[in-house]
């Protein structure tokens, strides 16, 4: 599992628009955007009854995961399930594919098939469903624009128009109802190996504008 550094700051609109011409002028854009330059997430995170991943993330806990199955563009014939880690600070995410059917019987509580899965991760998951009693929560969706730079392994994304479903974990509904989840500002994450290239670390320098641990799960959980 590769560790990476992570940083994040809220950006307004003004800093938007002047980082992404900024950033289309230097670093490729994602290979998943569309026309317009982004995509669509939505994410279904993974917690527990005492909310421990949500606690980790609200006391800021050294060592701590997080499951959630993920889709992009409401596309539901491509899906992950990913576990992020974040140890001291460095974070790193391992994913595998599931099925839209696979994750149907997650949502109907039928899981004892996960046990003998040929993927890894999702043996792992349903270890930490009977150890932890991890369930499905809540979803995210929100909009990216991202944008990749071959030295450092770096990766610039921008965020915007962060809503959560409530108390709904039907992932695979397509009108699904959502609101905004809080403070609107537009999230800027910035993701490297090793090291940050002085160019990149120079293009994204923004004055006054603070580094946050904002998490758009526990963001959601403000509703549920």
């Known amino acids: 599992m590769q560790f990476r550094h992570e940083h994040k700051h809220y950006i307004n609109y003004l800093?938007?628009?002047?980082?992404?011409?900024?950033l289309r002028a230097v670093m490729q854009p994602d290979v998943n955007t569309n026309e317009d330059g982004e995509y669509h997430i939505r994410s279904l995170y993974f917690d527990n009854y005492r909310d421990v991943a949500l606690q980790d993330k609200i006391s800021g806990i050294n060592r701590r995961e997080k499951f959630r199955i993920r889709c992009y563009n409401k596309d539901f014939e491509f899906i992950n399930l990913e576990k992020k880690s974040k140890i001291n600070g460095l974070c790193a995410k391992i994913k595998a594919e599931i099925a839209k059917s696979q994750v149907e019987a997650i949502l109907a509580h039928d899981t004892k098939w996960m046990a003998t899965s040929t993927e890894p991760l999702i043996v792992e998951l349903y270890s930490k469903m009977k150890s932890g009693q991890l369930q499905p929560k809540t979803i995210v969706d929100y909009n990216r624009e991202a944008f990749v730079y071959r030295p450092g392994n770096v990766r610039v994304t921008i965020d915007r128009d962060i809503r959560t479903g409530l108390f709904r974990t039907d992932l695979f509904?397509?009108?699904?109802?959502?609101?905004?989840?809080?403070?609107?500002?537009m999230l800027l994450e910035v993701k490297y190996d090793n090291f940050i290239p002085e160019v990149i670390a120079n293009l994204i320098q923004l004055d006054g504008r603070r580094q946050t641990a904002f998490s758009k799960y526990a963001a959601s959980r403000i509703y549920s």
């Open 15 to 22: 800093d938007y628009l002047i980082l992404r011409s900024k």
């Open 173 to 185: 509904n397509p009108d699904l109802p959502t609101i905004a989840t809080g403070d609107q500002q």
